[in-house]
C-alpha cells in the first residue's frame, strides 16, 4: 500500500512495564526511520534502517530502547521497563531506495502514555 | 541540532496569501531546503523542497533568496484545513539522510 501503517494507534503502559510498537513501511521503501514526539513541536530522531541494517542510531537512547526491521515483518520499536517520560507519540517514516527527492511519507503514529 | 530559525506562530486570513519565513543562514552549498507540516497531530506531511531556484508545485510555492540563506513558503490562497505546524528543514540529499526538525511556525488560517 501507500501508506505507513503503525499499530498500536494508542497504547498505556504502567511504569515499568514493556512497550512495543510496530510500523509496516511502504512496499518497496529501503529506509525506515523512528522519531519520538514528546512535546507539541518537538520531534527527536531515534533510529533508522536500511533494509534490516541499522542505518543511523545516533538519536537512540542507550538503555531500555531497541528496534528491528526483519524481513517480511513490520518493523518494531521496543521500550523496556517504561519511564514517564517516555509518553510521546512516536512516529515511524519510510523512504525509497533514492536520494529521498520527494520527502519521506510518515505514518499516523502510535501515541505512548506511561502511567 | 536543527539548522533553521522560523516564527513561532502567525496568523492568516482564510483565502489570503499565507508567506512563512525560514532562516538557514549556515546553509552548506549541497544542502537543500524542504518543507514538512503537521496537522494537527497526525504525522508530517511534505510539502515542497528546493536547492536554489524557486518552486511551485500543487500546494505551495517556495522562494529562496540568491544568497540561500533564507527561504519563504508560500501557499497561495489558505484555507482553514491548512491550519497546521511548519517545519523548514535543510538537508543534504543523500540515501537515507534523517530529517532534523526545528521547533516550527504554528499557523493559523481564521476566517
Known amino acids: 500500500g501507500e501508506e505507513v501503517a503503525q499499530t498500536p494507534k494508542h497504547l498505556v503502559r504502567g511504569e515499568g512495564q514493556k512497550a512495543k510498537l510496530y510500523c509496516a513501511p511502504i512496499k518497496g521503501h529501503s529506509y525506515v526511520f523512528w522519531y519520538q514526539q514528546v512535546l507539541k513541536n518537538e520531534f527527536k530522531f531515534l533510529i533508522s534502517?536500511?533494509?534490516?541494517?541499522?542505518?543511523?542510531e545516533t538519536g537512540m537512547p542507550k538503555e531500555r530502547f531497541s528496534a528491528k526491521c526483519l524481513p517480511n515483518s513490520p518493523c518494531s520499536l521496543e521500550i523496556q521497563a517504561t519511564k514517564l517520560e517516555d509518553s510521546a507519540v512516536y512516529f515511524c517514516?519510510?523512504?525509497?531506495?533514492?536520494?529521498?527527492?520527494?520527502?519521506?511519507?510518515f505514518g499516523s503514529g502510535t501515541r505512548l502514555t506511561v502511567v | 541540532d536543527a539548522k533553521t530559525t522560523q516564527p513561532p506562530s502567525m496568523d492568516c486570513a482564510e483565502g489570503r496569501a499565507a508567506n512563512l519565513p525560514c532562516n538557514h543562514s549556515?546553509?552548506?552549498?549541497?544542502?537543500?531546503v524542504y518543507w514538512y507540516r503537521q496537522i494537527h497531530s497526525q504525522g508530517p506531511q511534505y510539502i515542497i523542497h528546493?536547492?536554489?531556484n524557486n518552486e511551485t508545485n500543487e500546494m505551495a510555492s517556495l522562494i529562496i533568496t540568491e544568497d540561500r540563506k533564507s527561504s519563504t513558503l508560500i501557499l497561495p490562497h489558505a484555507t482553514l484545513r491548512d491550519t497546521a505546524v511548519y517545519y523548514c528543514?535543510?538537508?543534504?540529499?543523500?540515501?537515507?539522510?534523517?530529517?532534523?526538525f526545528g521547533a516550527g511556525t504554528i499557523l493559523r488560517v481564521k476566517s
Open positions: 517514516a519510510s523512504s525509497p531506495w533514492d536520494r529521498g527527492v520527494y520527502g519521506y511519507t
Open positions: 534502517f536500511q533494509n534490516e541494517n541499522v542505518f543511523d
Open positions: 549556515t546553509i552548506s552549498g549541497n544542502e537543500y
Open positions: 528543514i535543510v538537508r543534504v540529499m543523500e540515501y537515507g539522510n534523517k530529517l532534523v
Open positions: 528546493g536547492l536554489k
